[in-house]
């Protein structure tokens, strides 16, 4: 009788899984149904694509920083924007940004393509957070030193580079490394007629070879912050 009745709640309780799901999925349908236009089978436009197209044209002004080239190297399958920035108190800085470039198109960059452009080894690989001010912010990002992979007969054999770098996908509301996180956030805005445009992220801050990353961690988090703020208040200015 014991097993019996365990059986039985293991039923029921699947049973009411499948009875919650089945009325989420009728309350998600409604309004699409009554209106005669699905939701899911054609989203809102992202209010501020073609700035996000012509960020890749143009760049990105980083308060307090001055950028000395600009490239667009293909990554993998997609071309980004690469800046070599200095600082005001002559530090240096490369950013790389992929900004979305249509409506459909989901942060599904591979950082392994931006890792392998690098040609990098890696290492002190964790999730660290920062927060923007105005608004209110919190980021997560994924924090890690790079160390260049020497090219045979090149003049960087004789002295690998070193980085701290700090990866992101950035929205108007945040910024995560995992592209699911951006998913929920833009699945929820879609219940408002709304869409959550992002750009990925890429720091790179050079440091000396037998440098920790967390003794730069400061300096990094503050170009990241005027970067992410940046952004914020532009091209994913909801």
């Known amino acids: 009788m014991i097993m019996s009745f365990k ?35 054609e989203p809102p436009k992202v209010a501020t694509l073609s700035q996000l197209t012509k960020l890749r044209q143009v760049g990105l002004a980083v308060p307090g920083w001055q950028i000395v080239d600009r490239q667009t190297p293909q990554v993998g399958e997609h071309k980004w924007l690469m ?33 392998g452009f690098q040609s990098w080894e890696t290492d002190s690989d964790r999730q660290i957070e920062f927060t923007v001010s105005e608004p209110a912010t919190k980021v997560t990002a994924q924090f890690f030193r790079g160390l260049t992979k020497p090219k045979p007969g090149s003049l960087q054999a004789i002295r690998r580079q070193t980085y701290a770098v700090l990866q992101w996908y950035a929205w108007s509301t945040g910024g995560h490394p995992a592209p699911s996180q951006w998913f929920f956030a833009d699945r929820a805005a879609q219940w408002q007629n709304r869409r959550i445009p992002w750009v990925a992220v890429s720091v790179l801050m050079p440091i000396e ?21 940046t952004l914020m208040s532009g091209v994913l200015k909801p």
């Open 7 to 41: 059986s039985l709640h293991l039923q029921w309780s699947k049973v009411s899984l499948l009875l919650l799901l089945l009325i989420l999925v009728a309350i998600g349908a409604v309004p699409g149904y009554l209106s005669g236009k699905w939701r899911w089978a």
């Open 83 to 115: 800046q070599e920035m200095v600082g005001a108190k002559q530090n240096k800085a490369i950013l790389l940004l992929f900004p979305q470039k249509g409506n459909r198109e989901q942060p599904e960059v591979e950082w392994s393509d931006v890792n």
């Open 209 to 229: 070879p037998l440098d920790t990353i967390d003794q730069h961690w400061s300096e990094v988090e503050s170009f990241a912050q005027s970067v992410q703020s």
